[in-house]
């Protein structure tokens, strides 16, 4: 049952801990992952989770302790000789609708591959500590899920006699990092790798974030912004009187009457309300169903279409939004506050609300990335209403005070040194990205110097479109960005 619990989980029916706390998309990051499941034809069976044994620590030689790590096997297409592709679970349950459906699926069958793909450490139903305390959580790293990856190679090559197989790599997202980052670290291990979608510069404050979804509304004309830009203005003016802050309370459908004295409870409904938009525009039109089917006709062009709507007073439409949002996620109020959130991602159990990835992904923030959001940027419509220090407010209240920014000003340096960020070196790995996409900002823009390194642009694509199985409509460059991909992993393999 537990089983059925954590698949369910991602269709929203079996509702483990889905409390209004969490807003549904956090730090860039919607519930159950920033790659979403695919949308799937039929419903024949799914692949067993299969295990692998795994060190806690593959940095420390004295330290023995093991733990099992989850992993999916399709061998239906694999012929002797042929190569084995490699999907990288990120930051979410790693689910196995991927090993049935998706580009790398069409490819295994051109190619004759056996598709694996591995649970990232401490998310889904990989756990390698008994909870995820601070203490368990430094194990939680990137490094350490490369190092997973690696080991997980040895393993399968012994396993399954695969000693002169080619491995090609595939992720989106995190995980499209962690591919490039793999050949980079591992390149006598894998021939190639598919870097989709992937945030290869760490850095604290991503103010780019929202100039690029601004750049993403905008595309829709340019009413949808400056609508958004005189709704915020109105929001601030309204924050001023205590007959604003009560209507404001309604409209918004608040759980409880906003308190304008807690100043992260009025950061935490700026952020929250602007976060309707970008979770939005980041997976805009991708044919993919995370939460199930939920949310998937949600484009901008929906959004902005109620925010233009002249019948309405601006502040309306704004909260027209975020009604369409809770409606869609099946929240009946919008809970801002901040202490409840802290006090959810502060949860240690496996079977916490936060343990579904949000305490991770946050950790791995405040450790390694930052990402943060921010509304630091004069440049787009939302306000300055939940800067820099927020975010950083939230690593220390959640893991200690020594997560604090120049710990996490640190790890984002080291980020950067041990993997290149956007000099990253290496070979034949090719990045591509979707000029919608938020994300994309801090992925490689242009084709990268080294040989065999290639940048696939993808005009009108949201996050990790490519990765999604093709549909009728797909824009033309998608399709064609399919197929450049699909040359890249010919031309690997024939070398
Ligand atoms: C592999 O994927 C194909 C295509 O979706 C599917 O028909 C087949 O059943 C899968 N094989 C296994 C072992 O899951
Ligand atoms: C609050 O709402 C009432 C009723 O709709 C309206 O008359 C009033 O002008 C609003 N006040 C503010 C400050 O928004
Ligand atoms: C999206 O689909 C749902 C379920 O089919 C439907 O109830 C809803 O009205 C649709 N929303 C929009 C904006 O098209
Ligand atoms: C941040 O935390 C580190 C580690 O606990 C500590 O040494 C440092 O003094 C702290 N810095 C600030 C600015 O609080
Ligand atoms: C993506 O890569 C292409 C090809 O190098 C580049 O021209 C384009 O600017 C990039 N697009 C975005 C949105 O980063």
């Known amino acids: 049952m537990a089983d059925m619990c954590t698949r369910l989980a991602l269709l929203l029916t079996c509702v483990v801990g889905y409390t209004a706390a969490l807003p549904w998309f956090l730090h860039g990051r919607p519930r159950g992952g920033m790659l979403g499941s695919p949308g799937r034809a039929g419903n024949g069976p799914l692949p067993p989770d299969q295990w692998v044994t795994q060190r806690l620590d593959h940095y420390n030689d004295a330290d023995l302790r093991t733990w099992q790590q ?53 998310y889904g139903k990989s756990h390698p500590t008994e909870d995820t305390s601070v203490e368990s959580l430094q194990y939680l790293s990137s490094e350490q899920a490369l190092a997973d990856l690696a080991y997980f190679r040895d393993y399968m090559v012994e396993k399954r006699g695969l000693t002169d197989n080619k491995w090609i790599s595939f992720g ?20 190639g790798a598919v870097a989709t979608s992937g945030p290869l510069l760490a850095e604290l404050d991503f103010v780019e974030y929202v100039e690029v979804v601004r750049d993403s509304l905008a595309t829709t004309g340019p009413e949808c912004n400056k609508n958004i830009q005189e709704a915020t203005d109105a929001v601030k003016q309204m924050l001023g009187t205590q007959e604003g802050v009560e209507n404001l309370s309604k409209l918004f459908n608040l759980c409880s009457p906003l308190d304008v004295s807690v100043a992260n409870d009025v950061a935490n409904f700026w952020s929250t309300i602007s976060g309707n938009f970008m979770g939005v525009v980041q997976y805009n039109k991708d044919n993919r169903e995370f939460e199930g089917a939920v949310g998937t006709n949600i484009t901008l062009d929906v959004l902005c279409n109620i925010m233009n709507d002249v019948s309405m007073p601006l502040v309306d439409r704004y909260a027209a939004v975020n009604s369409l949002m809770m409606k869609t996620y099946q929240q009946k109020c919008l809970d801002i ?6 006090k959810e991602l502060r949860e240690t159990s496996w079977e916490s609300a936060a343990s579904e990835g949000g305490r991770q992904w946050i950790y791995q923030t405040c450790t390694e990335f930052g990402f943060y959001q921010t509304s630091d940027s004069p440049n787009q419509p939302f ?54 996409d938020p994300w994309h900002a801090l992925g490689i823009t242009k084709d990268p110097k080294g040989t065999d390194l290639h940048a696939v642009y993808i005009k009108g694509t949201a996050h990790c479109a490519n990765m999604y199985p093709a549909r009728f409509g797909d824009p033309p460059e998608l399709a064609q960005a399919r197929e450049t991909i699909k040359g890249h992993i010919q031309n690997w393999l024939s070398q």
């Open 70 to 122: 989850r992993y999916f096997v399709n061998d239906t297409f694999f012929k002797p000789g042929g190569p084995v592709f490699l999907m990288i679970g990120g930051e979410g349950t790693a689910d196995p609708i991927w090993m049935v459906t998706g580009a790398w699926i069409e490819y295994a069958k051109e190619f004759h591959a056996l598709c694996v793909m591995l649970e990232h450490r401490y």
């Open 172 to 191: 989106g997202s995190y995980p499209g990092s962690l591919s490039a980052w793999f050949r980079l670290k591992y390149p006598h291990l894998v021939a």
């Open 337 to 342: 506050s901040y202490s409840a959130m802290v």
């Open 383 to 436: 306000g300055d209403g939940f800067p820099l220090s927020f975010s950083l407010q939230q690593c220390s209240d959640i893991y200690g005070p020594q997560f604090n920014q120049s710990t996490l000003m640190e790890g984002i340096k080291r980020t950067n040194t041990n993997y290149g960020a956007l000099k990253i070196a290496g070979t034949k790995i090719v990045f591509p990205n979707g000029s919608i």
